[in-house]
């Protein structure tokens, strides 16, 4: 498998739980302003839609958006700890809070990556996203993770988490979210997927 990625975006989420499942992936950075991958390749080829992440199976296939990715990887290795079996209730609960993260925490931060937006704007957007931080705050009150055990929704809040200091947003106002973010940066699967993704030369 190939996974297409860029440092700093959502791709890390599926880059960690390749590593937690032990399954072997090549690495593929892409320059995200040029398109342009270290293979080569103009990545609108592989992803018309022009942003990462992308799963690239050895037979071709082309997978795109990481909470599919997710599933899918999960999905490879029966009875691994990072989610539920499929058609179950513990498996829509995780859907539920992939959902909730992708709409609500990924998409709700997007909009102060955009230079363009008036800055009055900008602060609707952000105390929408406190809502929703204080939310996942109070959900984990007594919890190490979100759904007890560390799993891919828990990856993939770390994943858009990280943003936070680029809208100068400190998750220490959300405590239980900043242990979150502690414990999941030590897991060495974390750790791996980082510097492996610092370690790439630009495109």
């Not at 599926?14 to 690495?27: A, M, Q, S, Y």
């Not at 991958?37 to 990481?66: C, H, Q, S």
């Not at 609500?104 to 800055?119: Q, Y």
């Amino acid at each position: 498998m190939k996974l297409y990625f860029a440092p700093m975006t959502c791709s890390l989420s599926p880059h960690i739980v390749l590593r937690e499942l032990g399954l072997p992936f090549e690495l593929i950075r892409v320059n995200n302003k040029t398109k342009a991958t270290a293979d080569g390749r103009d990545f609108r080829d592989i992803n018309p839609k022009g942003y990462v992440a992308a799963l690239v199976l050895d037979n071709g296939l082309v997978l795109t958006e990481g909470p599919a990715i997710v599933q899918y990887l999960a999905d490879q290795v029966p009875g691994n700890a990072l989610a539920p079996a499929n058609g179950t209730w513990e498996r829509a609960r995780l859907q539920e809070l992939l959902n909730f993260i992708t709409a609500e925490i990924h998409g709700g931060s997007a909009p102060l990556f955009n230079a363009d937006i008036p800055e009055s704007t900008k602060e609707i957007f952000r105390q929408k996203l406190f809502k929703r931080l204080d939310y996942l705050n109070k959900e984990l009150l007594n919890k190490d993770y979100l759904l007890g055990a560390f799993g891919l929704a828990d990856a993939y809040l770390f994943t858009v988490l990280k943003w936070l200091p680029f809208f100068n947003i400190d998750v220490k106002g959300w405590p239980e979210l900043a242990s979150l973010m502690e414990r999941i940066e030590a897991r060495p699967s974390v750790q791996a997927a980082i510097a492996a993704e610092e370690a790439t030369q630009p495109v």
